[in-house]
């Protein structure tokens, strides 16, 4: 092989190999992640429940046009978009009436799932209206279901996302922590506070592993929350909205565009 082929042949598998090891994607998957089209799936937390401004066709799913995936979109102008995120989504929800959208032209997928599987609206009605102890016991009930179950439901979630988009760049974004804990605060207690927020790490964890197995990206958004949970001062969650209580401990319109739309940005 003469010298100028060999360097050539070398060089290239060098690059394959670096490719490999750091998780590069080739040109082709690239460039399709810029200019591919964006779908986003998940729940409540995806489809902007709690930011206002619902798109008025898309009826109890609520989708918000404040929410971090329309805000994405008209951002990037991605050659097309695809909102299909619900309010009270679970994992079967996402398979059964969400993926639609997705196809070999597919260069984003963004999901938030699993709360609804855990239990969520029922842990936080139990802390709520029961004792410290009750609401650990829930607390631990979840738990035991994000061990046992939620991986199984997670990974056929995944898969089947992967299957229909092949060459997507798929960001599976996480929750965050509920509760500003140490200081003076109304409602639940300092004990329930932190059970709950231990509960959303619990969560996330396990997401991210199962995330990760799969080969994708996991949005972490609890920083971008940090300072900004309920009982901070500078919420960027509801607390308990009795007037509408399906908005209760959902991102506000700030949450979404400041606690969400910043990690989607540094991971897309």
Same mark, same amino acid.
């Given at each position: 092989?003469?010298?100028?082929? !060999?360097?050539? +042949?070398?060089?290239?598998?060098?690059?394959?190999?670096?490719?490999?090891?750091?998780?590069?994607?080739?040109?082709?998957?690239?460039? $399709?992640?810029?200019?591919?089209? &964006?779908?986003? =799936?998940?729940?409540?937390?995806?489809?902007?429940?709690?930011?206002?401004? *619902?798109?008025?066709?898309?009826?109890?799913?609520?989708?918000? %046009?404040?929410?971090?995936?329309? !805000?994405?979109?008209?951002?990037?102008?991605?050659?097309?978009?695809?909102?299909?995120?619900?309010?009270?989504?679970?994992?079967?929800?996402? $398979?059964?009436?969400? $993926?639609?959208?997705?196809?070999?032209?597919?260069?984003?997928?963004? #999901?938030?799932?699993?709360?609804?599987?855990?239990? +969520?609206?029922?842990?936080?009605?139990?802390? #709520?209206?029961?004792?410290?102890?009750?609401? =650990?016991?829930?607390?631990?009930?979840?738990?035991?279901?994000?061990?046992?179950?939620?991986?199984?439901?997670?990974? %056929?979630? &995944?898969?089947?996302?992967?299957?229909?988009?092949?060459?997507?760049?798929?960001?599976?974004?996480?929750?965050?922590?509920? *509760?500003? $804990?140490?200081? #003076?605060? =109304?409602?639940?207690?300092?004990?329930?506070?932190?059970?709950?927020?231990?509960?959303?790490?619990?969560?996330?964890?396990?997401?991210?592993?199962?995330?990760?197995?799969?080969?994708?990206?996991?949005?972490?958004?609890?920083?971008? +929350?940090?300072?900004?949970?309920?009982?901070?001062?500078?919420?960027?969650?509801?607390? !308990?909205?009795?007037?509408?209580?399906?908005?209760?401990?959902?991102?506000?319109?700030?949450?979404?565009?400041?606690?969400?739309?910043? #990690?989607?940005?540094?991971?897309?």
């Amino acid at each position: 092989m003469r010298r100028s082929r !060999l360097v050539v +042949f070398v060089s290239s598998v060098l690059l394959a190999a670096g490719a490999a090891l750091t998780g590069a994607a080739p040109a082709q998957a690239s460039q $399709l992640a810029a200019t591919g089209g &964006y779908v986003a =799936l998940g729940d409540s937390y995806s489809s902007g429940v709690g930011a206002g401004g *619902y798109i008025g066709s898309s009826g109890s799913c609520k989708r918000s %046009t404040k929410a971090y995936p329309y !805000l994405w979109n008209a951002a990037h102008a991605p050659s097309s978009f695809t909102f299909a995120a619900c309010s009270g989504a679970r994992t079967g929800d996402v $398979l059964a009436n969400q $993926l639609g959208g997705l196809n070999a032209s597919t260069g984003l997928v963004t #999901v938030t799932v699993g709360g609804n599987d855990a239990g +969520f609206a029922d842990v936080m009605t139990t802390c #709520v209206t029961s004792s410290d102890s009750t609401c =650990l016991s829930r607390i631990d009930t979840a738990r035991a279901y994000v061990d046992s179950t939620l991986p199984g439901k997670l990974d %056929t979630v &995944y898969a089947s996302i992967r299957d229909r988009a092949p060459n997507a760049r798929v960001v599976v974004i996480g929750y965050p922590r509920f *509760y500003r $804990l140490g200081t #003076v605060c =109304l409602g639940l207690s300092e004990a329930k506070r932190s059970a709950i927020n231990g509960a959303a790490d619990y969560l996330d964890a396990a997401t991210a592993r199962r995330a990760a197995a799969h080969g994708f990206v996991f949005g972490d958004v609890r920083g971008s +929350f940090g300072g900004h949970e309920i009982c901070s001062g500078s919420s960027w969650l509801h607390s !308990l909205n009795l007037l509408n209580i399906g908005e209760s401990y959902h991102p506000t319109a700030s949450g979404q565009a400041g606690g969400y739309l910043p #990690v989607l940005n540094s991971v897309a």
